[in-house]
């Protein structure tokens, strides 16, 4: 059963940095479109960044292009999200989750994943 795992959350103040990892397991997601998701309290969840299966293309929020970088592993069969230079409005669940099927289009949108981490917390104190 494919599995994705979340780390590297935590509490950091404003201007910080983290790196957020996503282990897959059960499967390999290579060469599927992976993406980052976040939600806040009472907010529905937002697109922040993805990356194409091939690898070459990567896809921002407004909110986080210049100060967000997704990358991959795949012989590690992981994903990565280094968020820089951290705001207060930076604070949510983060998610980590693998398109419907593989080789397709970049969405950046929740419905275009079928696959989800559990996620973790991300909190950016002022």
């Known amino acids: 059963q494919a599995q994705l795992v979340e780390t590297g959350g935590g509490l950091v103040q404003t201007g910080g940095s983290l790196r957020l990892s996503c282990a897959a397991s059960?499967?390999?997601?290579?060469?599927?479109?992976m993406g980052w998701f976040r939600q806040a309290p009472g907010k529905e969840r937002e697109f922040v960044a993805a990356?194409?299966?091939?690898?070459?293309?990567?896809y921002y929020a407004d909110s986080a292009k210049g100060r967000f970088t997704i990358s991959r592993d795949n012989a590690k069969n992981t994903v990565y999200l280094q968020m820089d230079s951290l705001k207060p409005e930076d604070t949510a669940v983060y998610y980590c989750?693998?398109?419907?099927?593989?080789?397709?289009?970049?969405?950046?949108?929740?419905?275009?994943?079928?696959?989800w981490g559990q996620g973790t917390q991300v909190t950016v104190s002022s």
């Open positions: 059960g499967r390999t997601f290579s060469n599927y479109v």
């Open positions: 990356l194409s299966w091939t690898g070459r293309n990567t």
């Open positions: 989750a693998a398109a419907n099927n593989p080789a397709g289009p970049v969405v950046p949108t929740p419905r275009g994943y079928g696959y």
